[in-house]
């Protein structure tokens, strides 16, 4: 059965950085592109931040220059380094694969990203 755990999110300053964890399981995790998706209140699930089996990487315009996804194949894990956080980053924050090149498995719990004040 495949599963993703996500974990790393919390309430930081605007300003401040997280670093976010995706533990896959169920799966060969290395032959996949990997991506991270956020959901804040009211809005639709959105990819912000993809990476490749061969660690090509890709982002929403969003978080380009702030964000910086990674993968440890050995360890079937996915990391997302974020600076200079703001307020508008606030979501709950999921991983998955990518959905440009793969269906969707079921989604984990996600990890809350809070950016205030």
């Known amino acids: 059965q495949v599963q993703f755990v996500e974990s790393g999110g919390g309430l930081v300053q605007p300003g401040g950085s997280l670093k976010l964890s995706c533990a896959a399981s169920g799966i060969i995790f290395g032959i996949y592109s990997m991506g991270w998706y956020r959901q804040a209140p009211g809005n639709q699930r959105e990819l912000v931040a993809r990476i490749t089996h061969s660690d090509v990487t890709d982002y929403a315009d969003s978080v380009k220059g702030r964000f910086t996804v990674s993968r440890d194949n050995a360890k079937n894990t996915m990391y997302l380094q974020m600076n200079s956080l703001k307020p508008e980053d606030t979501a709950v924050y999921y991983c998955?694969?990518?959905?440009?090149?793969?269906?969707?498995?079921?989604w984990g719990q996600g990890t809350q990203v809070t950016v205030s004040s």
């Open positions: 998955n694969l990518d959905k440009t090149s793969w269906p969707l498995y079921n």
